[in-house]
């Protein structure tokens, strides 16, 4: 709820007060009384006319799909009713116009209605950012008659919509170069394979004789032994590190965040999925989740997801997932850490091989 005082209207208000008050200790009488009852009465009487205009005041607004793509033109449709004995006079919408484009319903359109009266309201719409949020119309603002003040209430039936991420290749350029590598062969800088490799070096105590090339030895007259190949990754693992942000504090900002966030998690699954590369992605879907992309029906799982279905349930999701590491589990794979909100000298996403 906001309220907003017209400097003008209320400079007029209290002049006529004012007035008022003078008028009746100085002449008395029921005409003075009355001016002055009435200018005393008008705004509580106000604001008791407004509270009933919304209270049977009846709001209906949705979209014509039930998960719509950002950016993408879709039909949008409000239905307005007053349910009460009281006519609403010059009723103001009041929209999300800093992450939804209304194009036939501007902020601050003007309804009124008669006793028991509908219409309704028909416009296109088009998101501006990925995720899920408040969309549409957020209030409505009722005016006193002599405007001096101006009321803002939350519209009776708030409406949030499911906006999917386009599917881009923003990740591309970051993920590129660990794609030529994994095709090629990544080698771990710490993890040997389990068979000795084509790599020769003196014998030293403590080496399995398995590991001993024995040809070699015999002609250079001293113990060989193999040294293993440094382990080839196998399999990539994403860990998607949302931020944990209460409802009620998702702001402009938050929004702004999440859109990178949702279009860049989508272009990484299916930078891999698209090319039938394995990439195991790690996300919270209220509680920490895990979920295998290989192909295009898999991308489409976690795709039809990604706009509302990152989310914790609670802080020790939260302080679940950002607890993981390559050491923790997983550790053969090639490890992409992908996070919503970077902390100072933190990279938006960090490649761990």
């Not at 002055?36 to 006319?49: E, G, I, K, Q």
């Not at 002609?219 to 942000?245: C, G, H, N, Q, W």
Request: hydrophobic letters at 40%; charged letters at 25%; a negative charge.
């Amino acid at each position: 709820m906001n309220l907003r005082i017209h400097p003008k209207g209320a400079a007029i208000y209290l002049f006529c007060l004012a007035s008022g008050v003078v008028f009746a200790s100085f002449y008395g009488g029921p005409v003075s009384f009355a001016w002055l009852n009435a200018c005393l009465l008008l705004l509580p009487l106000s604001v008791v006319y407004i509270l009933l205009n919304y209270h049977f005041l009846r709001f209906y607004q949705e979209i014509e799909v039930h998960r719509i793509v950002r950016g993408e033109d879709h039909r949008y449709l409000a239905k307005i009713e007053n349910a009460g004995p009281l006519p609403i006079h010059k009723m103001r919408l009041r929209t999300w116009n800093d992450r939804c484009h209304l194009y036939e319903i501007e902020d601050g359109h003007q309804v009124s209605l008669g006793i028991h009266e509908k219409k309704e309201l028909y416009s296109g719409i088009s998101c501006i950012y990925a995720g899920s949020y408040n969309a549409g119309i957020r209030m409505v603002a009722f005016t006193d008659p002599f405007s001096v003040f101006t009321l803002e209430l939350d519209v009776p039936y708030s409406f949030r919509a499911v906006v999917s991420p386009q599917i881009t290749d923003i990740a591309d350029e970051v993920l590129d170069l660990e794609n030529q590598v994994n095709n090629t062969g990544l080698k771990s800088r710490r993890l040997p394979e389990e068979t000795p490799g084509s790599g020769l070096r003196p014998y030293q105590p403590g080496d399995p004789l398995r590991a001993i090339n024995w040809k070699v030895s015999a002609r250079l007259s001293e113990l060989v032994t193999r040294v293993p190949d440094k382990m080839e990754k196998r399999t990539v693992t994403i860990l998607m590190l949302a931020a944990f942000v209460p409802d009620k504090m998702q702001d402009l900002e938050f929004l702004k965040k999440r859109d990178f966030f949702l279009e860049f998690i989508v272009s990484a699954a299916w930078h891999f999925g698209r090319q039938g590369i394995p990439v195991r992605l790690i996300y919270p879907a209220g509680k920490v989740s895990e979920l295998v992309v290989d192909s295009y029906e898999s991308f489409q799982e976690f795709y039809s997801t990604a706009a509302d279905g990152i989310f914790y349930y609670s802080e020790k999701e939260f302080d679940k997932l950002r607890g993981l590491t390559p050491r923790s589990t997983y550790d053969k794979d090639t490890w992409i850490l992908i996070r919503e909100d970077p902390g100072p000298g933190e990279d938006h996403c960090v490649i761990i091989a």
